[in-house]
């Protein structure tokens, strides 16, 4: 059995085609290493046909053939292989054995001051490929109005990007993502209940105190928009039972503070 460049084995068949030769013709998404797998695409219980970008994804990037292997999982389900039985311009089919659990979630709600758009995509698609499992984005004093109104934010777009993020680390549960646009109604009414027997924390970058590392026991994780929090943001937080943490005196782009702070808190 072959194992291909991104993760996704096969067997029997040629090597990947020249890089340079994959660039040109790749589609813009990148390489998965799991083809997630929804009710809809069953046509029998051990078997699927896929069109559109999972297809394209198989057969422009993967240059997979019949008779392949690809790791596969079903939505909120197990993971296992897929055995390509045909493949054509217009659809794939698979015959699905599926034998092992995905990666056990994060205990985790991530709290996000909304984003600029160009960035949204990638923190979505990297807070679920780490395991979160529930995202509420929201306003902040310095999130710019504009940005509420990004396409981006629209339900099928964080769904692409949450699937993209699964792909990734081979996870089969999609994030739920909610939006909410009002900070203090947020904070104060909502955010007690969402963090009730969780470690409450928000990073801030000035002061507090230093992030913990590997907490057992789940926690709220409040992160803040790229021009920060201001102080009344923060004395909300606080009174709401957030204590504030910091990486140190780097100050990081969003994303990476994500990444980071997943990685030291878990
Ligand atoms: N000038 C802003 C400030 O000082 O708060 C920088 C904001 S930073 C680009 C965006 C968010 O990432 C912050 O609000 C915080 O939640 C998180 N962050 C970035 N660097 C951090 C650090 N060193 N420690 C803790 N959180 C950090």
Request: net charge positive.
């Given at each position: 059995?072959g194992?291909?460049?991104?993760g996704?084995?096969?067997?029997?068949?040629?090597r990947?085609?020249?890089?340079?030769?994959?660039?040109?013709?790749?589609?813009a998404?990148?390489p998965?290493?799991?083809?997630?797998l929804?009710?809809?695409?069953?046509?029998?219980?051990?078997?699927?046909?896929?069109?559109?970008?999972?297809?394209?994804?198989?057969?422009d990037?993967?240059?997979?053939?019949?008779?392949?292997?690809?790791?596969?999982g079903v939505?909120?389900?197990?993971?296992g292989?897929g055995?390509?039985?045909?493949?054509?311009?217009?659809?794939?089919?698979?015959?699905?054995?599926?034998?092992?659990d995905?990666?056990?979630?994060?205990?985790l709600?991530?709290?996000?001051?909304?984003?600029?758009?160009?960035?949204?995509?990638?923190v979505?698609a990297?807070?679920?490929?780490?395991?979160?499992?529930?995202?509420?984005?929201?306003?902040?004093?310095?999130?710019?109005?504009?940005?509420?109104?990004?396409?981006?934010l629209?339900?099928?777009?964080?769904?692409?990007q949450?699937?993209?993020?699964?792909e990734q680390?081979?996870?089969?549960?999609l994030?739920?993502?909610?939006?909410?646009?009002?900070?203090?109604?947020?904070v104060?009414?909502?955010?007690?209940?969402?963090?009730?027997g969780?470690?409450?924390?928000?990073?801030?970058?000035?002061?507090?105190?230093e992030?913990?590392?590997?907490?057992?026991?789940p926690?709220?994780?409040?992160?803040?928009?790229?021009?920060?929090?201001?102080?009344?943001?923060?004395?909300?937080?606080?009174?709401?039972?957030?204590?504030?943490?910091?990486?140190?005196?780097?100050?990081?782009?969003?994303?990476?503070?994500?990444?980071?702070?997943l990685?030291?808190?878990?």
């Amino acid at each position: 059995m072959g194992h291909l460049a991104h993760g996704i084995t096969r067997t029997g068949i040629d090597r990947p085609a020249p890089r340079a030769q994959r660039r040109a013709t790749a589609p813009a998404h990148r390489p998965v290493n799991l083809l997630l797998l929804f009710d809809s695409d069953f046509t029998a219980p051990d078997q699927v046909v896929l069109r559109g970008r999972r297809l394209e994804h198989v057969r422009d990037v993967h240059r997979a053939a019949a008779g392949d292997r690809l790791t596969v999982g079903v939505e909120g389900g197990r993971i296992g292989s897929g055995e390509i039985l045909h493949l054509d311009r217009d659809s794939i089919s698979l015959r699905i054995a599926l034998d092992r659990d995905p990666p056990p979630p994060l205990p985790l709600t991530l709290v996000l001051a909304l984003p600029r758009p160009k960035v949204l995509n990638r923190v979505i698609a990297g807070a679920a490929s780490m395991g979160v499992k529930r995202i509420v984005l929201i306003n902040a004093w310095r999130v710019e109005k504009s940005y509420w109104s990004t396409p981006r934010l629209a339900p099928d777009n964080l769904r692409l990007q949450s699937i993209l993020g699964l792909e990734q680390a081979r996870d089969t549960t999609l994030p739920s993502i909610e939006l909410r646009r009002l900070f203090r109604p947020f904070v104060e009414q909502e955010l007690p209940a969402i963090a009730a027997g969780t470690r409450a924390l928000v990073a801030h970058p000035a002061g507090g105190m230093e992030c913990p590392r590997a907490i057992t026991g789940p926690a709220t994780l409040v992160i803040g928009p790229e021009g920060g929090f201001i102080d009344a943001e923060i004395a909300s937080l606080a009174r709401a039972g957030f204590a504030s943490i910091s990486l140190g005196p780097r100050i990081l782009r969003v994303e990476t503070a994500v990444a980071a702070l997943l990685a030291r808190l878990f």
